[in-house]
């Protein structure tokens, strides 16, 4: 008789554990290791993937049921920790019986035998989908505010920021790779008279329009082309001696002049005309990246005190530039 009520008070509770277990959003399972055998699946697993409850056999069922992208790192991972014995949580894409994916989190806990083996994984999936979309529109937001940190509010080339952060990596792969870099800085001609003749929304629409055409002057991937500040533009080509450097100056002074942008305020010229200064380097750990902006800004100056509408080039000796740097 005392046995009779025990197995009815186990079976009591077996049944209100299996009740609680079974009415949660979270879906229980559990897996002998020595087999890799489900013993048991919540039967929530149809509502959420479509696929069976009985059709959850093994390890296997599991990890057939899996986005490929995420199988393997997923399963390297959960076997790890669970041969160490640690318990952990992780994130996939799984397959539902109609096609498409949802994501889960699958939060495992390893049962252990007395003398230290791994005798079952006892665990619940939780469906994140919602999480993921909402992670990921997050994400997407953050890049957007990212890009708009990056981009000139004019002229929606490179700003400032992203020209100093850009110049600077490549600073030092150019060191890294002892590969020339050259910089190219431009300003637009007596820009302030062709605003006051004309207003600042025909200037604004003359510096966006020359901003289009010094993004098409330079078509190759790593190539930068910046706002630098006010009428002025700064250019980065990694890999680029002088004289490829000079041909993508030559090239932008054609273009404007073929644009003919009327600047009825300029004393030199009917038309918008840009002055440049290029100069070409091969750095090394003696050189300052800044010291070279400015030596570009003298060829500027120096290609406005020439006549403007023109551009002054050069090599950087590195013997002369370190000497300045010290």
């Known amino acids: 008789m005392p046995n009779n009520s025990f197995d009815e008070h186990q079976l009591s509770n077996d049944m209100f554990y299996k009740t609680l277990l079974e ?21 929530q697993i149809e509502k959420l993937l479509g696929w069976k409850q009985d059709s959850w056999k093994s390890v296997q069922d599991w990890a ?22 640690i318990d952990h949580e992780a994130d996939y894409r799984a397959l539902k019986a109609t096609g498409g994916y949802c994501w889960i989190r699958d939060v495992v806990h390893v049962i252990r ?21 909402k992670e990921e529109e997050l994400t997407a937001l953050h890049r957007k505010l990212e890009e708009f940190s990056y981009k000139d509010g004019l002229t929606e080339i ?19 790779e002892q590969k020339p870099l050259s910089v190219i800085m431009i300003d637009i001609d ?28 330079c078509v190759r991937p ?9 009428e002025e533009f700064a250019i980065v080509l990694p890999e680029t001696p002088l004289e490829d450097a000079m041909q993508v100056a030559t090239k932008i002074l054609h273009m404007i002049d073929q644009a003919n942008l009327p600047h009825r305020a300029s004393p ?16 090394t750990d003696k050189n300052d990246k800044i010291h070279f902006l400015n030596l570009v800004d003298q060829n500027l100056f120096k290609a406005k005190q020439s006549g403007r509408k023109r ?8 013997s002369i530039l370190s000497s300045a740097d010290n």
């Open 23 to 43: 009415s949660t959003l979270a879906i229980p399972w559990s897996i002998d290791w020595a087999t890799k055998q489900f013993s048991y699946i919540g039967p």
């Open 64 to 85: 057939d049921r899996m986005h490929r992208d995420d199988r393997d790192h997923v399963l390297n991972f959960c076997v790890s920790q669970s041969i160490a014995g």
């Open 113 to 133: 035998k007395q003398n230290g083996e791994v005798e079952s994984l006892v665990g619940f999936m939780f469906d994140i989908s919602d999480r993921k979309k």
């Open 158 to 176: 490179a700003n400032r920021r992203l020209f100093d952060d850009f110049y600077s990596r490549e600073w030092y792969n150019a060191i890294r």
């Open 190 to 217: 007596f820009f302030k008279q062709y605003n006051d003749f004309n207003g600042h929304i025909i200037g604004d629409a003359c510096i966006k329009q020359i901003a289009q055409m010094l993004e098409s002057c």
């Open 222 to 230: 790593r190539d930068l082309v910046a706002r630098y500040g006010g």
């Open 268 to 283: 030199i010229s009917e038309n918008v005309s840009l002055s440049l200064g290029v100069k070409c380097i091969i750095p």
């Open 311 to 318: 551009f002054i080039a050069d090599e950087v000796s590195n």
